[in-house]
């Protein structure tokens, strides 16, 4: 940014490159993708043909080497299209940006190449069954045994899960605790990698979920990403940046419902007048926009931290988070109410982007967990 408030001319020409991608390959097709549960393969890929799956992956490597920032830009442009899709990129990117900055040269050959352009898709995976906001107590074990790993264990809730390439994973090498945890990237046909049944989710139905599930899987060590004992940090630098993004993307979902409103509200009578002109749809329109720019100035601002490597980035990517996500549901679930009945079908976009959003608050860490970041991060 040139000031505190102002976007380079870089970055409002990078945003409104993602605007017009998603005015043509996104919101047209959005509504389709989510009713019969289609996954748009095609249109992510096309997306990488803009450089969007390697957005901080380094030039050296074949990415475009931007700054958290202008991912933001990006996710919250294309989340207004398909929040969905728009994550599902995210989580593509977050892991590409792992194994960039923290694999050794061979699994970067090997893998980087495939990762920008998105021949070769990426999942990122903490959760399991029995650990979700406790991430540490991971009990996925993996057993050195000569110039390999044998990984046992099952992960929950991994975007991709069973579609994509690459599973970049955290297990258990050591004691318990966060510097038992290791990073390995273990890949689709690798034999004892078998995955669960298609998740039957609320929302995001354009972004598939399933158990990651591994027995006995022989991993590389080459295919270990950063030292033994190190998995937890990279896991946990991740996040600084998904969180930036799905945070953006709670932006751009609750952008579009805002519009919407305002579009319907104009054209929408009631007792003789349109519905805009009651001081009580002003004011909830105003209240809305209010909560959406406060929303979105602090994401800024937490991206700008992250990239910079500001001590505090951890605390403000957790802080943007849990205001992105908590304000844009309620973006949408006000908007909503403006539509009435009408809001509640699926003849019209908001029921879809209500039910993509509410997931935002849960994953990338909980916004309960967000505020204990915060909170501990203040007492230290």
């Known amino acids: 940014m040139t000031d505190q408030f102002q976007l380079t ?11 017009r991608f998603t005015a043509d390959a996104i919101t047209p097709f959005a509504a389709q993708w989510d009713e019969e549960h289609l996954f748009p393969r095609e249109t992510i890929k096309a997306a990488a043909e803009l450089g969007f799956g390697a957005i901080y992956v380094s030039e050296e490597a074949g990415g475009i080497g931007l700054g958290r920032l202008e ?75 000569g110039d390999h790993y044998v990984v046992t264990g099952t992960k929950q809730f991994i975007s991709g899960g069973g579609v994509n390439d690459l599973y970049v994973t955290m297990v258990r090498t ?96 009631q007792f003789g007048k349109a519905i805009a002109e009651f001081q009580n749809t002003q004011f909830t329109l105003a209240d809305m926009a209010t909560d959406l720019e406060a929303a979105r100035a602090l994401l800024y601002l937490a ?17 943007a988070k849990k205001l992105a996500t908590d304000n844009g549901s309620s973006v949408v679930d006000r908007a909503l109410q403006l539509f009435g009945g009408y809001g509640y079908l699926r003849d019209y976009p908001i029921e879809r982007f209500w039910r993509d959003l509410r997931v935002h608050r849960i994953l990338e860490g909980t916004n309960e967990v967000m505020r204990l970041i915060v909170g501990r991060d203040l007492l230290k």
Request: proline residues 5%.
């Open 71 to 145: 991912a933001a830009l990006i996710m919250e442009a294309m989340a207004y299209g398909c929040p969905a899709t728009s994550a599902f990129i995210s989580i593509h990117n977050m892991a590409a940006w792992m194994i960039d900055t923290f694999g050794g040269d061979a699994i970067k050959a090997r893998t980087l190449p495939g990762l920008v352009t998105m021949d070769l898709m990426a999942s990122y995976c903490l959760t399991e069954p029995g650990s979700g906001s406790d991430a540490a107590a991971l009990k996925t074990t993996a057993r050195l045994e």
């Open 174 to 269: 050591g004691d318990d605790g966060p510097k038992g945890i290791t990073c390995l990237v273990i890949e689709k046909d690798m034999p004892g990698v078998s995955f669960g049944a298609p998740e039957k989710k609320l929302g995001w139905n354009a972004s598939p979920t399933a158990q990651v599930i591994l027995d006995n899987v022989k991993v590389p060590v080459a295919n270990r990403v950063g030292a033994e004992g190190q998995g937890f940090a990279i896991a946990m630098a991740g996040l600084d940046g998904g969180r930036l993004n799905i945070g953006a993307c709670s932006l751009g979902g609750a952008q579009r419902c805002l519009d919407e409103a305002v579009g319907y509200v104009k054209d929408r009578a």
């Open 9 to 19: 001319e870089d970055q409002l020409a990078i945003q409104e490159m993602a605007r």
């Open 303 to 319: 991206a700008a931290k992250v990239t910079s490597g500001a001590p505090d980035r951890t605390r403000f990517s957790a802080m």
